[in-house]
């Protein structure tokens, strides 16, 4: 489906060029982009600099859930409207948030790497006639009979699991923490070396969120054995990866790519669209962000 109300740029490489050397290039004047798309994969933050060099913006719109890439508050001064995927790709994610989880409980990647490095295995013989994010996740591990508590800055009144608000009390009574909250200044190491022991050596930690949730002691703590593995699609300085991680077996590593289906990619694109078509007909964004 092709826009109706608005015309697409050519793709600003922002590893090639700077906007100020794009816009050159291809002769363009600033003062005709009222939108941007921006995908969180590109290194650049949107912030003063980019809304400096165009003076007209008047709507971001990013292909990710998290913003922490966007500087909100030079957007709300500017009276610039972000829109973000919304909740598309919590389905995708807790998909993949629970099959960590009970990958790092089985064991299987140490398992698969035994079959690898021997070449032979005797197989048995037999026959044989995946804020919205969290709650999914939740419902998901529901099924299997656990027992679910939540943190959050505030006891929710629609939720009946367990409340914790505070993270060393929430690891005291865990087997496992999910990670699915955004990164901001208040959820920056959460899970910190007090957590990790609390937790104990038994534990498990998954994170589908940002690897900035955790404090850094994550890998020697798995390495020492004060908790008993993790799942983790995100890091720190991707696609780098801590080379510590690559050879332990209560870890199982994701390239971030929990929301890479070929459905949720479809989806997304559609959703930009849709954000650039209301937009543009005067109507609020399909999935607005709040900015106070």
């Given at each position: 489906?092709?826009?109706?109300n608005y015309?697409?740029?050519?793709?600003?490489?922002?590893n090639?060029?700077t906007?100020e050397q794009?816009?050159v290039?291809?002769?363009?004047?600033p003062s005709?982009?009222?939108?941007?798309i921006?995908c969180p994969l590109?290194?650049?933050?949107?912030n003063?600099?980019?809304f400096?060099?165009?003076p007209?913006?008047?709507?971001v719109?990013t292909?990710?859930t998290?913003?922490?890439?966007?500087?909100?508050?030079?957007?709300q001064?500017?009276g610039?409207?972000?829109?973000?995927?919304?909740?598309l790709?919590?389905e995708d994610?807790?998909?993949v948030?629970?099959?960590?989880?009970?990958?790092?409980l089985?064991?299987?990647v140490a398992?698969?790497?035994?079959v690898?490095?021997?070449?032979?295995?005797?197989f048995?013989?037999a026959?044989?006639?995946k804020e919205?994010?969290a709650w999914?996740?939740a419902?998901?591990?529901?099924?299997?009979?656990?027992?679910?508590?939540?943190?959050?800055?505030?006891?929710?009144p629609?939720?009946?699991?367990p409340?914790y608000?505070?993270?060393?009390?929430?690891a005291?009574?865990?087997?496992?923490?999910?990670l699915c909250?955004?990164l901001n200044?208040?959820?920056r190491?959460?899970?910190?070396k007090?957590?990790m022991?609390?937790?104990g050596?038994?534990?498990?930690?998954v994170?589908?969120?940002?690897w900035?949730l955790i404090?850094?002691?994550l890998?020697?703590c798995?390495?020492?054995?004060?908790i008993g593995g993790a799942?983790l699609?995100?890091f720190?300085?991707?696609p780098n990866?801590p080379q510590q991680l690559l050879?332990?077996?209560?870890?199982?590593?994701s390239p971030?790519?929990a929301?890479f289906t070929?459905?949720?990619?479809?989806?997304a694109?559609?959703?930009?669209?849709?954000n650039?078509?209301?937009?543009?007909?005067?109507?609020?964004p399909v999935?607005?962000?709040?900015?106070?």
């Amino acid at each position: 489906m092709s826009p109706q109300n608005y015309s697409l740029s050519k793709p600003w490489n922002v590893n090639s060029l700077t906007l100020e050397q794009f816009m050159v290039e291809n002769q363009y004047d600033p003062s005709m982009f009222q939108a941007l798309i921006f995908c969180p994969l590109c290194p650049l933050p949107i912030n003063k600099m980019v809304f400096q060099l165009l003076p007209c913006l008047k709507v971001v719109v990013t292909t990710s859930t998290g913003v922490n890439h966007i500087d909100l508050s030079e957007c709300q001064c500017r009276g610039i409207q972000v829109a973000n995927v919304g909740s598309l790709y919590s389905e995708d994610v807790a998909d993949v948030a629970v099959a960590l989880l009970i990958g790092v409980l089985t064991s299987i990647v140490a398992a698969d790497r035994f079959v690898r490095a021997t070449m032979q295995f005797d197989f048995p013989q037999a026959s044989y006639s995946k804020e919205a994010l969290a709650w999914k996740v939740a419902k998901r591990l529901e099924a299997f009979g656990c027992i679910i508590l939540y943190l959050s800055r505030k006891k929710k009144p629609f939720i009946t699991y367990p409340f914790y608000s505070n993270m060393l009390e929430l690891a005291s009574n865990s087997d496992a923490l999910v990670l699915c909250c955004p990164l901001n200044e208040e959820t920056r190491h959460m899970v910190n070396k007090e957590v990790m022991l609390a937790l104990g050596n038994k534990g498990v930690i998954v994170n589908v969120g940002r690897w900035s949730l955790i404090d850094e002691e994550l890998v020697n703590c798995l390495i020492e054995g004060h908790i008993g593995g993790a799942g983790l699609d995100v890091f720190e300085n991707e696609p780098n990866v801590p080379q510590q991680l690559l050879v332990l077996d209560n870890v199982i590593l994701s390239p971030h790519n929990a929301a890479f289906t070929n459905e949720t990619f479809m989806a997304a694109t559609q959703l930009v669209e849709d954000n650039l078509e209301a937009f543009f007909s005067n109507k609020s964004p399909v999935t607005p962000i709040k900015l106070n």
